[in-house]
């Protein structure tokens, strides 16, 4: 059974910057995409970004682009995702999860197998 466990978050001021890490145990990384997504209070849960089983994909939401990076170290079984230039609407509880198709990877909550326990990112002055 693969497990995932996020780590990485905190409290931040906007503008400034946060590594999230995702490190699975029980299975290789390297058999799934993996996807990142953020639930706020009283939203639904969002896609954030996701990235193939080699990393030689991506996709991010729009609100992200250009300030978030996904991407994965098979050798060390973790994903990361960067957050740059964090602005408070970026708050929430975010999750990293696993994917077992092969293929692109999709940022539908329901396409995902495995899923952490997720890491508060908090973006206040």
């Known amino acids: 059974q693969l497990r995932l466990e996020e780590s990485g978050g905190g409290l931040v001021q906007p503008g400034g910057s946060l590594r999230l890490s995702c490190a699975a145990s029980?299975?290789?990384?390297?058999?799934?995409?993996i996807g990142w997504f953020r639930q706020a209070p009283g939203k639904e849960r969002e896609g954030v970004a996701c990235?193939?089983?080699?990393?030689?994909?991506?996709d991010y939401t729009d609100s992200v682009k250009g300030r978030f990076a996904v991407s994965r170290d098979n050798s060390k079984n973790t994903a990361y995702l960067q957050l740059n230039n964090l602005v408070p609407e970026d708050t929430a509880i975010y999750y990293c999860?696993?994917?077992?198709?092969?293929?692109?990877?999709?940022?539908?909550?329901?396409?995902?197998?495995?899923w952490g326990q997720g890491t508060q990112v908090t973006v206040s002055s």
């Open positions: 999860a696993a994917d077992r198709r092969i293929g692109m990877c999709l940022r539908q909550p329901n396409s995902y197998d495995y």
């Open positions: 029980g299975r290789d990384l390297d058999y799934y995409n």
């Open positions: 990235i193939t089983i080699t990393g030689t994909d991506t």
